[in-house]
C-alpha cells in the first residue's frame, strides 16, 4: 500500500508542536518552513488533522495550529485515517464473476473471495500495527536516536 506524502508531513506537524510547546497557535507558513514544504498543500494536511479532531485551529493574523489533544492519545491511524480516509486500501470489485466466471454456477461464488479475504487480513493487521503506536511512542523513538532534538527545533524555530 502506498500512502501520501501528506501522512509524513501530518505526523511530523504533530511532534513539531509538541516539541514546540508554544503557547500560542504556530501558523501554516512557520511550520512549512521547518520542512521546507508549500505552505498552501500542508494546509490541506493541517485541516485534515482539524476536522478529525487531533489538532485545532485559530483563525487570524496570530491564528494557526495546536494539538487538540496529547501525542500518547493520537496514534499513527488516527494520522493515516485522517489523511487518507477510513475507506478499506483494497476495494475488491468481484472481478471472478467476469470473463470466464459468468459461465461458473453461483455456488462457486457463494464464498467470500480468496484474494479479498488475503488483503483484509494484511490491511487489518497493518491498521492494528498503526494503531498500537501513539506518536509518544514514535516521539521517544526520535529523541532516542537524537536527544537533543527538542532543543534543537526550538532553537531552530527562535532563530526563524
Same mark, same amino acid.
Given at each position: %500500500?502506498? %500512502?501520501?506524502? &501528506? ?5 511530523? #506537524? ?5 516539541? %514546540? &510547546?508554544?503557547?500560542? /497557535?504556530?501558523?501554516? *507558513?512557520?511550520?512549512? +518552513?521547518?520542512?521546507? !514544504? ?9 485541516? +485534515? !488533522?482539524?476536522?478529525? &479532531?487531533?489538532?485545532?485551529? @485559530?483563525?487570524?493574523?496570530? &491564528? ?9 492519545? =493520537? @496514534?499513527? %491511524?488516527? =494520522?493515516?485515517?485522517? =489523511?487518507?480516509? /477510513? ?5 475488491? *470489485? ?7 466466471? *459468468?459461465?461458473? /454456477? ?6 467470500? #473471495? ?10 487489518? +493487521? ?7 503506536? *501513539? ?11 537524537? /536527544? ?9 524555530? +527562535?532563530?526563524?
Amino acid at each position: %500500500m502506498r %500512502m501520501s506524502e &501528506g501522512v509524513e508531513w501530518a505526523a511530523h #506537524c504533530c511532534l513539531l508542536l509538541d516539541w %514546540m &510547546g508554544e503557547d500560542r /497557535p504556530v501558523s501554516t *507558513t512557520r511550520l512549512a +518552513a521547518g520542512f521546507e !514544504l508549500p505552505p498552501p498543500y500542508l494546509n490541506k494536511q493541517l485541516q +485534515a !488533522l482539524v476536522k478529525a &479532531g487531533i489538532a485545532t485551529s @485559530t483563525p487570524g493574523a496570530r &491564528g494557526g495550529f495546536r494539538l487538540a489533544r496529547p501525542l500518547e492519545k =493520537i @496514534t499513527m %491511524m488516527d =494520522i493515516v485515517a485522517a =489523511i487518507e480516509g /477510513p475507506e478499506d486500501a483494497f476495494q475488491c *470489485t468481484e472481478i471472478r464473476r467476469r470473463g470466464a466466471g *459468468t459461465e461458473s /454456477p453461483a455456488s462457486a461464488f457463494e464464498g467470500r #473471495c480468496s484474494v479479498s479475504t488475503a488483503m483484509r487480513k494484511a490491511e487489518l +493487521a497493518w491498521r492494528k500495527a498503526l494503531a498500537e503506536q *501513539t506518536l509518544a511512542d514514535v516521539r521517544a523513538g526520535a529523541e532516542r536516536a537524537s /536527544p537533543r532534538l527538542p532543543q534543537l527545533i526550538r532553537a531552530w524555530y +527562535a532563530r526563524h
